[in-house]
């Protein structure tokens, strides 16, 4: 067997070392996340599986990079061959390292998002370390792609030497392209600006340019709005830092609500109370910290009278207002129509004179 092998040509034997390499390479990898997932299985934790899902890729590549990196002294390259398997290791090399890099920020993120539970009553808390995580873990996986591609550059002596003679215009050139790209440079600062400032989080409650939607999506120079009827209003960030918005969530998500009617002055808000009083205490959308009703205004017509309930969150206060506001409607229209807005007139009778007029 050693002879037949002594016996091949060179080139038959680097390929046949490479090829063992590989499937090495691919055997270990395959028992090794095999043990890992019988491991996983029997623990509680999702840290683990999460662990297994982002690094089962970059790591089969690893390993058979690592498996070539073992054989390559003993292949049979030639001058030419050495040369150009030394360029294609600076070109995968570093473009394996900065994957695992991704694939470990990934897991981080990951790990953020599972303790950070966005389902719970209070989860202020949560959508902030929500927010953050995924502003700053953008801007990490774009500051790494970025070195891993010049790393990747340097590589190439061509593109190296040419890379020395564009760093002498480095200036010129910084000032063109800032001017040029100031609009994108502005909202990227700002996206950067608003992980630590946190004028917004993820699944905030927001009114911006009239319009009323939750947070959906935080990108380092866009946010993704999700309005009320399932459209999306995209919105740079600037304008978050720049602009007045309102945010219904900013350190609370409970939420004071209110509803108008307008009511015949000789209405009876005393009886109208103690009805607003049962409607809001038997819904169970009302979160029991506050009820009220007063005559707020009066105009020539009628009056306008304005009740108040408080509920865990703008969409349960929506629905609350709606119910409370059918519910005392209904009320009004079946047990007090009195209260109903009436046009009041005056009718007033002249009789006339028998005999004013003389018959000729």
Request: aromatic share 8%; charged share 20%.
């Amino acid at each position: 067997m050693q002879r037949f092998i002594a016996e091949l040509p060179g080139w038959m034997t680097s390929i046949f070392a490479i090829v063992l390499a590989i499937a090495v390479a691919l055997l270990l990898h395959r028992l090794a996340f095999s043990l890992a997932r019988r491991a996983a299985a029997r623990t509680s934790t999702q840290l683990d599986d999460i662990v297994i899902r982002r690094l089962y890729r970059p790591a089969r590549w690893l390993l058979m990079a690592i498996a070539l990196s073992f054989v390559q002294p003993g292949l049979d390259l030639g001058a030419s061959g050495t040369r150009a398997w030394a360029q294609a290791a600076g070109l995968l090399v570093p473009g394996l390292i900065g994957w695992m890099l991704v694939a470990l920020l990934g897991v981080l993120f990951d790990w953020v998002l599972l303790r950070a539970d966005v389902t719970v009553e209070n989860n202020l808390r949560a959508r902030r370390r929500r927010t953050r995580a995924s502003i700053l873990h953008r801007i990490i996986v774009f500051v790494v792609l970025a070195i891993t591609f010049c790393l990747m550059l340097m590589s190439i002596p061509s593109v190296r030497s040419i890379g020395v003679t564009l760093i002498a215009s480095a200036g010129l050139a910084a000032l063109a392209v800032g001017a040029a790209a100031q609009p994108a440079l502005k909202n990227l600062i700002g996206g950067i600006q608003m992980a630590f400032s946190e004028p917004i989080r993820l699944d905030d409650v927001v009114i911006v340019e009239g319009e009323w939607g939750r947070i959906e999506d935080i990108r380092l120079t866009y946010v993704v709005v999700r309005l009320w009827d399932e459209r999306r209003l995209v919105v740079p960030v600037s304008q978050f830092l720049e602009k007045s918005f309102q945010n219904w969530t900013r350190e609370t998500s409970q939420l004071l609500g209110s509803v108008f009617w307008y009511l015949d002055p000789a209405a009876d808000i005393p009886r109208l109370r103690a009805k607003l009083e049962e409607l809001v205490k038997a819904n169970p959308r009302w979160d029991g910290r506050f009820f009220n009703l007063q005559v707020t205004d009066t105009k020539p017509e009628a009056i306008e009278v304005r009740g108040l309930m408080t509920a865990k969150d703008a969409s349960t206060a929506f629905d609350l207002r709606c119910d409370i506001r059918e519910g005392l409607l209904a009320y009004i229209r079946e047990e007090m129509p009195e209260a109903l807005v009436r046009t009041r007139g005056l009718i007033e009778f002249r009789p006339t004179r028998v005999g004013s007029d003389s018959i000729s």
